[in-house]
């Protein structure tokens, strides 16, 4: 939870704000699998985190994907936000805001947070107790939803 003051002086504890990619390529998605000091460490995941103060969504996606996988975005388009107060997995309040994305160049290495990145083939995804949080049911939902419309955001 965040803590704030508001300007009445009133205090209250608010959730976060997370962004999450699912990044595809031909019939793959990438995950990375989270460092073990981490919650839900050892696990893979969707490349994502916590927005920092003074970026937007897209500045904070961006970010991420480049600090977990080492890979630049060629397309950003959002697809839906998660907000329950329960997630699997969680111990903090996360609201996420889940965009589809397609990679460009790979320009570096992860960092600190995954110890691994790798392409799985959709029909071939890790078993779901290898999954961290809801991330299975996020990409459940993309795979039942492909057809969409979306919102490119780099174009805007």
Request: aromatic share 10%; proline share 2%.
């Amino acid at each position: 939870m965040v803590s704030c003051i508001f300007e009445d002086g009133n205090k209250a504890n608010l959730r976060h704000v997370v962004v999450d990619a699912i990044i595809i390529k031909d019939k793959s998605i990438l995950m990375v699998k989270r460092a073990a000091k981490l919650l839900e460490g050892g696990k893979w995941g969707l490349v994502g985190g916590y927005l920092d103060k003074d970026e937007t969504l897209v500045e904070g996606l961006k970010r991420e994907v480049m600090e977990e996988t080492g890979y630049e975005l060629k397309t950003v388009n959002f697809f839906t936000i998660l907000d329950a107060w329960d997630r699997k997995g969680e111990d903090r309040q996360n609201i996420a805001m889940i965009y589809i994305c397609s990679p460009g160049k790979k320009k570096g290495e992860h960092d600190w947070e995954s110890t691994e990145v790798k392409w799985f083939d959709l029909d071939n995804l890790p078993l779901e107790e290898e999954i961290a949080f809801d991330h299975l049911k996020t990409i459940n939902l993309y795979l039942n939803n492909r057809n969409f419309n979306p919102i490119n955001l780099l174009k805007y």
